[in-house]
């Protein structure tokens, strides 16, 4: 068996307030083997969007080790993460975080321009047609809708051809029928890429939709589950 993309052991995250420590996360091991989808579920505060954070290199731990990719994100310095992040991941979230000032393709080439790629633009016009926006691609974030703007931001997020895929609420600010054309697109292009996909969501039935659901409650992980059971849960 190969070395898990993604290897969490013993990692807790700790935050100081005016009325002392507060543990966000308590001990949690995980591994994620690559190409494998998986949601992270749990009522709000047991602490998935903080481990998606860790994961993602955005936050750093109080105690453990997290690996993505077989490297220790510990000892990297912020621009060895930055450059981490670049290279293997990419990061959908609930609130787009488009740069309003830019048309949708200028935010999808945007990351690889910083990373000095020759064909930004044409890389990130052949993207947008794939998420399904050819004819929106000089608009700007304001002109578009909320499912547009998801779309460019997964677009952007997929850019580099990332290894994994992170996705925190995809749908949490979109309708629900918009919200499912998000899921189904992402998880068609996740199928035609082969990208490890780890999502945050409070909806059962996109964590059905996944390989693995991992529950969360006060900082600990209580349930790691197959999509099976879930599905069965969900629709009995």
């Known amino acids: 068996m190969s070395d898990p993309i993604i290897k969490l052991d013993n990692v807790h995250l700790t935050l100081t307030s005016r009325a002392g420590p507060v543990h966000i996360l308590r001990g949690i091991s995980l591994s994620i083997p690559r190409g494998q989808t998986a949601a992270i579920v749990g009522p709000s505060g047991s602490g998935k969007t903080s481990l998606l954070m860790l994961m993602a290199g955005l936050e750093r731990v109080t105690g453990g080790r997290i690996a993505v990719s077989g490297r220790d994100l510990g000892p990297l310095s912020e621009d060895e993460l930055s450059v981490l992040r670049g290279a293997e991941m990419g990061i959908v979230f609930q609130s787009f ?24 633009f044409e890389t990130a016009r052949e993207l ?6 050819a ?32 996705a925190d609420e995809p749908t949490g ?38 390989d693995r659901v991992i529950r969360m409650a006060d900082g600990n992980i209580v349930a790691d589950e197959s999509a099976a059971s879930v599905k069965q849960a969900v629709s009995s």
């Not at 779309?151 to 580099?160: E, F, N, T, Y």
């Open 173 to 210: 600010n979109l309708d629900g029928r918009t919200g499912k054309q998000i899921v189904d697109l992402l998880f068609g292009l996740r199928e035609r890429r082969g990208t490890t996909l780890v999502i945050v969501t409070h909806d059962n039935k996109l964590a059905a939709m996944t």
């Open 97 to 120: 975080h488009l740069v309003p000032t830019m048309t949708a393709l200028e935010n999808v080439a945007l990351p690889m321009e910083l990373a000095g790629e020759d064909k930004a």
């Open 128 to 133: 947008l047609t794939e998420v399904g926006l």
């Open 135 to 166: 004819a929106r691609v000089d608009h700007f974030p304001a002109e578009l809708s909320g499912g547009e703007q998801q779309r460019v931001a997964i677009a952007r997020a997929l850019s580099r051809s990332p290894n994994i895929l992170f």
